[in-house]
């Protein structure tokens, strides 16, 4: 008998589970994690098999409990339709296996495909029950035999239904046994006197003992508050020391340094712009022309993992025309260097995000042949083969320790994955991805990073557009992003500001995504103004 369990974690092993399910009484034989066909990646599907179908039903009612979890049970679908073989029409065996291999007529019973048939409609014949109609009809009364044999054998295996019972006969004894006479009545009121005594004299035992746990469980959990609030207080130390390092670079929590690199002469511009509160994270954003914007993500982890995002590093183009923006516009890294480390002016742009732990950039334009690196980070890169533009990065702190866990580019969408390691929450992943304009969002990718680490942050070029978040309509793209925000398990993190204007044309393009529930510790976000 087997049943299923869906949208299970993939940290619950199958030797878990099966514990779980012994423990609360259950006959299990088997419980296994289906793979998915295509590179056989674990998927959140259990398939659990009982010994009978009296532990299946029971498990369905109650459902899997795996410590604080539970999750709901389903049966497995039960085929009624009887097995046909449609060679020589008989029933109880497939083509694969029949012994005749002669070839029958459905429809007038000779030896020729149906196919081949040429009898008139009034000529019809049943092979099996000789009546006037196909072999295949299901009113054939061989079919609806064997339709209740089927039937049958499913309610013998599987069945909730109590078994008949029959009338008790009058005269018997163990149906109906004689009244207790006097002595046996006193009998049975000192059995319960001594009865009543001794479950009374057990409730107040167990009402000490559940009072001493319950003292027990009070002073461990005042404790495990106390470290919490502890491990709250030192992660809040390091964020006021990062903060207060990082003041060369902005001159508070709220302001945001912008160099304009389009003009050397003109010293460097300090723009502050308080942030916007909203439900989840307190966002600060500002628009940018032609180029995608700079974000930043602080999440609650003692590691203080911070991400800043720039999709902006492209061929050197030509100079565009003034516009009354303030803004500028961040310029391109030369790619064309042969060094292993970016130019002069490459270093101050990215000197001011030197603070962030995890920077994420889109559209590097960067080839294979071609190194790279940045001064006190790990550099992992996703670089577009046989055509310019395009490819993604993600540069991680040095002493931060993380491996990479994706790299590839799967229907014009490039992605690159890392894995780190924190302390609060172990393990979480950061991906950065760009969807070339002319694609669709590949929304396997999306379930891919979920099902490897269900704890983790997306960001990077979407060219999706949604009309509820600052953007003039939706596109194609967007109401693939839609669809899955509905499903509750990635939700946005940032605000709607645009980071996209050309003349009069304003957009979101870029996203920051995250999953529950790494989602409710992001404290903060921060989208800087282009340069």
């Known amino acids: 008998m087997v049943a299923f369990v869906k949208r299970v974690d993939l940290e619950l092993t199958d030797n878990r589970i099966t514990e779980a399910l012994t423990k609360v009484g259950l006959d299990v034989t088997n419980v296994t994690r289906l793979n998915r066909k295509e590179g056989n990646i674990p998927t959140s599907t259990i398939k659990i098999t009982f010994k009978d179908a009296n532990n299946r039903n029971t498990f369905i009612h109650t459902g899997l409990q795996v410590d604080s979890m539970h999750f709901n049970a389903e049966a497995a679908s039960q085929n009624k339709k009887p097995v046909q073989c449609y060679i020589c029409r008989q029933y109880n065996h497939v083509a694969k296996y029949c012994k005749t291999k002669q070839q029958i007529c459905a429809k007038c019973g000779d030896n020729h495909r149906i196919e081949q048939c040429t009898a008139a409609n009034d000529a019809i014949k049943c092979n099996n029950c000789k009546g006037k109609h196909l072999a295949t009809a299901n009113e054939c ?30 005269h018997d004894s163990n149906e109906f046994p004689s009244l207790p006479n006097m002595y046996q009545r006193q009998q049975g009121l000192i059995h319960n006197d001594i009865l009543d005594e001794l479950i009374n004299l057990l409730t107040s035992k167990m009402e000490k003992i559940i009072e001493e746990t319950t003292k027990r469980l009070f002073k461990s959990l005042q404790q495990k508050i106390k470290n919490i609030e502890e491990t709250i207080s030192s992660v809040e130390t390091l964020i006021k ?39 989840k994270p307190t966002t600060t954003s500002a628009a940018r022309t032609e180029k995608p914007t700079t974000t930043t993500i602080t999440t609650e982890t003692p590691t203080q993992s911070s991400i800043t995002t720039n999709n902006s590093i492209k061929k050197p183009a030509p100079k565009p025309k003034p516009t009354a923006k303030s803004s500028k516009r961040i310029r391109p890294f030369d790619s064309s ?15 001011r995000f030197s603070n ?28 577009r083969v046989g055509k310019p533009g395009g490819g993604v990065l993600l540069a991680v702190k040095e002493h931060i320790k993380c491996r990479e866990i994706i790299n590839k580019t799967s229907h014009k969408n490039e992605i690159i994955a890392v894995q780190i390691e924190t302390l609060l929450y172990k393990l979480i992943s950061i991906s950065s991805i760009y969807v070339a304009p002319t694609a669709k969002i590949d929304m396997n990718i999306f379930d891919e990073l979920y099902n490897i680490n269900n704890n983790c942050i997306i960001v990077g070029d979407l060219n999706a557009t949604l009309s509820e978040m600052g953007s003039t309509k939706t596109n194609a793209r967007g109401k693939q992003l839609q669809e899955l925000l509905n499903e509750g398990i990635i939700d946005c993190v940032d605000d709607d500001s645009t980071t996209f204007e050309k003349n009069e044309y304003e957009a979101k393009l870029d996203w920051i995504l995250g999953s529950q529930p790494l989602l409710s510790f992001i404290t903060n976000v921060e989208a800087h103004p282009t340069i």
């Open 141 to 170: 009364p061989n079919f609806l035999e064997q339709e209740k044999r089927m039937l049958n054998l499913i309610n013998q295996y599987s069945s909730t239904n109590s078994p008949t019972t029959t009338t008790p006969l009058l």
């Open 241 to 279: 020391d990062d903060a207060t390092s990082s003041s060369s670079f902005s001159d508070s929590d709220e302001d945001v340094q912008i160099v304009n690199t389009k003009n050397q002469k003109q010293p460097p511009t300090t723009t502050t712009k308080p942030k916007k509160q909203i439900n």
């Open 337 to 351: 260097q042969d060094s292993t480390i970016m130019d002069t002016k490459d270093l101050e742009l990215l000197a």
């Open 356 to 383: 962030y732990d995890v920077i994420s950039v889109n559209e590097t334009n960067l080839k294979s042949e071609r190194p790279f690196s940045l001064l006190g980070y790990n550099i992992f890169r996703n670089d």
